[in-house]
């Protein structure tokens, strides 16, 4: 079993600028791919952006393309989300999730076994 504990949410200006902060421990975190996904207020959890297990690959959702970068760093068991040129529209509290091991890239919930606590972030316009 996998544990996530995300950090670095809080209040941001739009415009502005936050890098969140995914911390895995219980499952060797290189086997595994990660996602980022986020529920807005009265709306269901959406896919924001995912990486492969060695980083090479990534995806996001339309929303967020250009302005959010996935990366990770597996000597740290870590995996971020910065977000440059944030909106009001990006508020709502962000989880990380992690496929199952050895799994590929994920956009949807159900492919995900492990997910964290959430971080919320919002931006005041």
């Known amino acids: 079993q996998v544990q996530l504990v995300e950090s670095g949410g809080g209040l941001v200006q739009a415009g502005g600028s936050l890098r969140l902060s995914c911390a895995a421990s219980?499952?060797?975190?290189?086997?595994?791919?990660m996602g980022w996904f986020r529920r807005a207020p009265g709306k269901e959890r959406n896919f924001v952006a995912t990486?492969?297990?060695?980083?090479?690959?990534?995806y996001y959702a339309d929303s967020v393309k250009g302005r959010f970068t996935i990366s990770r760093d597996n000597a740290k068991n870590t995996v971020y989300l910065q977000m440059n040129s944030l909106k009001p529209e990006d508020t709502a509290v962000y989880y990380c999730?992690?496929?199952?091991?050895?799994?590929?890239?994920?956009?949807?919930?159900?492919?995900?076994?492990?997910w964290g606590q959430g971080t919320q972030v919002t931006v005041s316009s």
């Open positions: 999730a992690a496929r199952p091991v050895l799994m590929p890239l994920g956009t949807e919930t159900r492919q995900y076994d492990a």
């Open positions: 219980g499952r060797t975190f290189s086997l595994s791919s």
């Open positions: 990486i492969s297990r060695s980083g090479d690959n990534t």
